[in-house]
């Protein structure tokens, strides 16, 4: 199977989406992540194929999210004068991009260059500083202060080692810190962390909720989003 790149959410914040490619991921260290073998030294490789995904974008939801293999602040420059010329062009009026928190100082940048609306979406995983340091995130913080930042963030459930206790609390950060989430259900990939299929299951008992919150996604698959997929 290989990477879907362009997709339209149609159900809880209808947008498109597009999975761009970058340079690599300057953290890259996540130890359950395995979407950074996307990622390429080939600069001008990157920028056409960037250019082609783009010209997908029909402007229809006025809402595009931008989504790679690690941060936005890893696209090269041209591809993010190519975004600028398709939000101008198709009138687009809110964008989505990912940061890792390590950029939390430079969100400004991408605000400044874009005439919309910016979302900015952090990978939180979990709010335990211990299991995300298990998680190799590079980072410990507050929801208070992660929420000075993004308004948006990734959430995890699902993987061995979690507990009952350590999803509960991360949910609840969630619904009372941040406008919006994702929740992602961890998948087993090529790297050695695993999943949890009774946690999952309770999970998906004790949250069934969720699925009615317009500001919180539930992701069952990683793919549920229509983009990604395995690397040819």
């Not at 490789?45 to 595009?64: A, D, P």
């Not at 687009?92 to 940061?99: A, H, K, M, P, Q």
């Not at 459930?157 to 350590?166: A, F, L, P, S, W």
């Not at 008992?205 to 040819?232: M, R, S």
Request: charged share 30%; proline share 2%; glycine share 4%.
């Amino acid at each position: 199977m290989s990477i879907e790149r362009y997709s339209v959410i149609d159900k809880k914040n209808p947008r498109e989406i597009v999975l761009l490619k970058s340079t690599k991921c300057r953290w890259g260290r996540c130890t359950f992540c395995d979407y950074i073998h996307d990622n390429s030294d080939d600069i001008e490789h990157i920028i056409e194929l960037n250019k082609e995904i783009l010209s997908m974008v029909s402007g229809e939801l006025n809402q595009l999210e931008i989504i790679n293999s690690g941060s936005c602040f890893e696209l090269p420059t041209e591809t993010l004068k190519d975004i600028k010329d398709i939000v101008e062009e198709k009138n687009i009026e809110t964008l989505y991009f990912e940061s890792h928190f390590m950029y939390r100082n430079r969100l400004d940048e991408i605000r400044d260059f874009f005439n919309a609306k910016i979302i900015f979406k952090c990978g939180i995983e979990t709010f335990d500083n211990e299991f995300r340091r298990f998680l190799n995130k590079g980072f410990s913080a507050s929801p208070e202060e992660i929420a000075h930042y993004f308004s948006s963030i990734c959430l995890m459930v699902g993987i061995k080692g979690q507990t009952k206790e350590m999803i509960q609390r991360d949910i609840k950060f969630l619904e009372d810190h941040f406008e919006k989430g994702c929740v992602n259900v961890y998948i087993d990939n090529s790297t050695e962390i695993k999943s949890d299929p009774q946690l999952i299951e309770w999970f998906e008992q004790e949250y069934a909720y969720l699925e009615k919150n317009p500001q919180i996604e539930v992701l069952w698959h990683n793919t549920d989003f229509g983009v990604g997929g395995e690397n040819e």
